[in-house]
């Protein structure tokens, strides 16, 4: 099980191999213990107000349309403080409502609805709704980039760089996030973290608190992946410092104490904060990995169990189909359930990472032939993500084709960071 790339496939999608820093101790707990213990609720409390106020005018308001978007707005805000999918699922309501009733300016609540439908990984619905917005052509620009979105988490590379190319402009903050998302799937890391840079200037001139945020934690994400672990642990602190209750830039420093530092014990005391205040399951598995490399199998086993029965709530829907069919396949050898669920993903979005997905299954259940032939068809030479190498290399050498295998292995020695040290001890078996 490799929590960091399971918890990763619900953000930007951020992938490539990278080295780590030769320094042994990146972290400081007085640099973040106080965002641990901090009782700083005002972004919650502030987006419990807005939907309170918006709520009202809802009622209020007999056509009921003006107060949509805010009180959608004010959900979003609310699943993304607290990772409870409710306020997800009800900003959806609302903005179906919208969608419904708008005589005008139809297209804002389509754009809105298709971005909701991204968080929930309803990518075709999310397309479909983009598609009807770009018809009416009021935000043309607007709606490209959501498309360009949709075709990237699609696989649809050739339409996405289309939409890019449609909407480009080196001094927009929206395409120079996207140009950098662009390039970190073609594998130019340097080229990723520049066009970052030089968004996060534009952020900071802004002096918006949202969009540094956002620059901020992907940034640390991004130097993480390329082995500069100082830069991207102050970026987290620079998160942090913005919004002390952020789970994500917490998170991301948990995640440099257990897989750089190997302190696991730390790490853990920070998940445990984060959970106190934010509900998303992948804090499951990442305490499962801690018990994991700790070689606690009681542990590893409860919180895996606890991962399973929170996401089979219907309102995930298929958010979390990855990590549970990669869990019931490689700890529970329910090969063909898992498989159906690699299947429907493949259906849902043929990128190389479901194909990566498939084949891995195929290659547990001991259909090598199988598997290689998807690796082959659908994955080698189309991701640069380390975890679909080891896959790839996993295939490769049941296939005996161990020739294949050697540069795969040395390459991902280069990435035990990102993987995190319970793969790496596999890549070492390669």
Known sequence: MNLKTVTSLLALGISFIACTTSDPKVTDPNDYTMYLESNDTSALKNAQLRLNFWNGKLDADTTRIMAIHPVSTAYSQLFQITGDIKYLKNAEKILRKGVTIAAIKKEGYLLALARNYISQHRFLEA?????EALSLDQNKKETQMVLFDIAMELGNYLEAEQYLHQFA????????????????????????????????????????DELML????????????????????AHYLKALAIDPSNAYAKKGIAWIVYSHEHNTQEAGRIIVSVMQTHQSPDYHLFKAELAEFEN????????????????????????????????????????????????????????????????????LKGDHKKALTIVEDHIADKTFEPEAQFHIAEVYKSNKLEYKVLPIKESLLESTYELGPVLAKRIQKL
């Open 296 to 363: 606690k199998a009681i542990t590893k086993e409860r919180e895996i169990q606890a991962f399973l029965k929170v996401v089979k709530e219907d309102s995930y829907g298929d958010m979390y189909n990855i990590p549970v069919a990669l869990l019931i396949a490689e700890e529970h050898s329910k090969f063909d359930e898992a498989l159906a669920l690699a299947q429907k993903e493949v259906a849902n979005r043929p990128t190389p990472q479901t194909y990566d997905l498939l084949a891995y299954i195929y290659h």
């Open 169 to 208: 402009d080196q001094k927009d903050f929206n395409f120079l996030i996207r140009l950098a998302k662009w390039n970190d799937y073609k594998g130019n890391l340097d080229a990723t973290i520049k066009y970052m840079e030089k968004a996060k200037v534009i952020a900071v001139q802004s002096k918006d």
């Open 214 to 233: 956002w620059t901020y934690t992907n940034l640390a994400d991004y130097y993480g992946h390329a082995g500069n672990l100082k830069a991207s642990y």
């Open 127 to 131: 397309e479909s709704r983009a598609i």
